[in-house]
T-cell receptor, first 108, second 113 residues
Framework: KNEVEQSPQNLTAQEGEFITINCSYS?????LHWLQQHPGGGIVSLFM???GKKKHGRLIATINIQEKHSSLHITASHPRDSAVYIC??????????FGKGTKLSVKP | DAGITQSPRYKITETGRQVTLMCHQT?????MFWYRQDLGHGLRLIYY???????DKGEVPDGYVVSRSKTENFPLTLESATRSQTSVYFC????????????FGPGTRLTVT
């Protein structure tokens, strides 16, 4: 079974800071997902990537398949970015296997 | 409404009672999943379904039962609720290849007293 590790578990930043969240996994995969969950809210997909880099607005996701590592970057962070960010990889049952999440708090 | 919905959104029940959580999707996705989310564990797979009338256990299936008589519905039943089943439950569905993107319902917060 694939093991997914995220770091850090908790992250506090000042508005405007550049943020990096890391994810590593133990077994080779075809694609990796980054998800966002706001407090008390549902889970939304931010990215699915299988190689290189993807960018949506201020969010950038990168993946290194050989090193089994992915990063999520947030540029010019804003308090509305405060959420839990979750990394996930495909499981053998068509499901996703999730990291435990990184709780981000951005202070004004 | 288009998308994936869950009901109820909040539920308080007593130990030993049977509870059913409902999940409905409008996309006709073949795959559907039930996950539970707990502090310190993240999201874990309870049951999944590859199509109508095809279901199988996930990582933490004990105490749960599912059915899928129609593609769009995937109810989860706690046969005799226990306090350890207090959790937030998410239903999800998945697109077909090659995207394999998962869409999540809003979640059901269940408290067992």
């Amino acid at each position: 079974k694939n093991e997914v590790e995220q770091s850090p578990q908790n992250l506090t930043a000042q508005e405007g800071e550049f943020i990096t969240i890391n994810c590593s996994y133990s077994v080779g995969i075809s694609a990796l997902h980054w998800l966002q969950q706001h407090p008390g809210g549902g889970i939304v997909s931010l990215f699915m990537l299988s190689s290189g880099k993807k960018k949506h607005g201020r969010l950038i996701a990168t993946i290194n398949i050989q090193e089994k590592h992915s990063s999520l970057h947030i540029t010019a962070s804003h308090p509305r970015d405060s959420a839990v960010y979750i990394c996930a990889v495909p499981g053998s049952q068509g499901n996703l296997i999730f990291g435990k999440g990184t709780k981000l708090s951005v202070k004004p | 409404d288009a998308g994936i919905t869950q009901s109820p959104r909040y539920k308080i029940t007593e130990t030993g009672r049977q509870v059913t959580l409902m999940c409905h999707q409008t996309w006709s996705h073949s795959y559907m999943f039930w996950y539970r989310q707990d502090l310190g564990h993240g999201l874990r797979l309870i049951y999944y379904s590859a199509a109508a009338d095809i279901t199988d256990k996930g990582e933490v299936p004990d105490g749960y039962v599912v059915s899928r008589s129609k593609t769009e519905n995937f109810p989860l039943t706690l046969e005799s609720a226990t306090r350890s089943q207090t959790s937030v439950y998410f239903c999800a569905s998945r697109t077909a290849p090659p995207t394999y993107e998962q869409y999540f319902g809003p979640g059901t917060r269940l408290t067992v007293t």
